[in-house]
Structure formats: C-alpha cells, structure tokens
C-alpha cells in the first residue's frame, strides 16, 4: 500500500538552528502539506502546495518557514532559526483529492 | 466557538460495547467530513470519510447532519485495539482550499 514517508523520524537541534524536514508524498497525488501537533495539543495546519507553489498557509507559517519541492519526490519544510516552541511532531501529507494520507511524522525537539 | 468541537473523554468502555463519539462544526460552508485515529505518538491515519446520506464500514458508522452542523461515530461491538484517539476533521473544501481543520478529539479506552 502506497504511503507517504517521513525522515528523519526524531531531530534533535539547537535552538536558533536550521532544519530541514523530508518528505515523500505518495507518487500519484497532487496536493502536499505540512501540519504540526505540539505535545498534548491538537493537530494544527501550516501549509499546502499544490501544482509547485503555495496554495494556502496558516498564521503559524510565517517567514520563518519554507517549503519546497526540490525534485519530482521530494517536499521539504525549513525552519530557520529554531525557537524552543518549535518542538512538536511535524506530519506531512498528501491528498489526491479531498482524502489526505499522513505520513510517520518527524518529531523536532528544539533545546 | 471553536472551529471543531469535540468531547475530549475519556471514554472507558468494556470490550463488545457500542460507544458513539459527536463533534460539531462552526463552518457551515464546510464541504467534506473525515474520522482520523490516532494512537500515542502516532501520525493521524484516515478511518471513514463522512458523507451525507452516512456510511458504514465494518463495526464503524459515521453520520453527518449539515443542518445542526454535526458529526458522529458509532463503534459497535468494541475491540481493545478500538483504544485510540478519534479526531473529527474538517475541511471547508472551496476553491482553492484544502487545508484541514482537527478538532482535539476524543480518547476511547476499550477494557478488557
């Protein structure tokens, strides 16, 4: 079964560091994202991109974050210079239509 | 009024039991209902679309009711592997718009 995959699964930063995050949506789909959960606390939308560009974006998704689609595979999420608030599980996903399949996440902890 | 509403639990129900989870939305213009699980630590994975005229999928029926705005999930016959979190999911669907909108959900605790 087609899944979406996430690495690295735990990166552990200092804060004021840059990251990185990795993501393989599942090959056919069209719509990517990047949501967060902090610990105990709902999941919360950041970012979708459709068709190489943004197609909408949160309050939290400030310039602080990018996102990018370097190849036909890859979606990256950058975070410039962490903030302690940073830590939380960071989940990408895709969607083909409305549906949207959520990869293992990556958890972020900013010390 | 938050934008998905759930009661967060948690319920602590006996194996075999039928358990029933509500959630309300505040966007009526949303377009499209989702049930996610999701267990501790864990990505959120897609347990049923909700559709208007309801569906059913095994031991799991999900009905919606656009005029009170609300969204329910009926377990029956519950499993201990039913222990989970149900997350009520939103999506306003319009143009342009796909992102999804989480309620906190609500935990269940299936007991032997």
């Known amino acids: 079964e087609p899944e979406v995959t996430q690495t690295p699964s735990h990166q552990v930063t200092q804060m004021g560091q840059e990251v990185i995050l990795r993501c393989v949506p599942i090959s056919n789909h069209l719509y990517f994202y990047w949501y967060r959960q902090i610990l105990g606390q709902k999941v919360e939308f950041l970012v979708s991109?459709?068709?190489?560009?943004?197609?909408?974006k949160s309050e939290i998704f400030d310039d602080q974050f990018s996102v990018e689609r370097p190849d036909g595979s890859n979606f990256t999420l950058k975070i410039r210079s962490t903030k302690l608030e940073d830590s939380a599980m960071y989940f990408c996903?895709?969607?083909?239509?409305?549906?949207?399949?959520f990869g293992q996440g990556t958890r972020l902890t900013v010390v | 009024r938050k934008e998905v509403e759930q009661d967060p639990g948690p319920f602590n129900v006996p194996e075999g039991a039928t358990v029933a989870f509500n959630c309300t939305y505040s966007n009526s213009a949303s377009q499209s209902f989702f049930w996610y699980r999701q267990d501790c630590r864990k990505e959120p994975k897609l347990l049923m679309s909700?559709?208007?005229s309801g569906n059913e999928d095994g031991r799991f029926t999900a009905q919606l009711n656009r005029a009170s705005q609300y969204i329910s999930l009926l377990i029956r016959d519950s499993k201990l592997s039913d222990s989970a979190t149900y997350l009520c999911v939103v999506n306003p669907g319009s143009t342009g718009r796909r992102a999804l909108t989480f309620g906190s959900g609500t935990r269940l605790q299936v007991q032997p």
């Open positions: 991109f459709y068709n190489n560009e943004i197609s909408e």
């Open positions: 996903a895709s969607s083909e239509q409305s549906e949207a399949f």
């Open positions: 909700v559709y208007s």
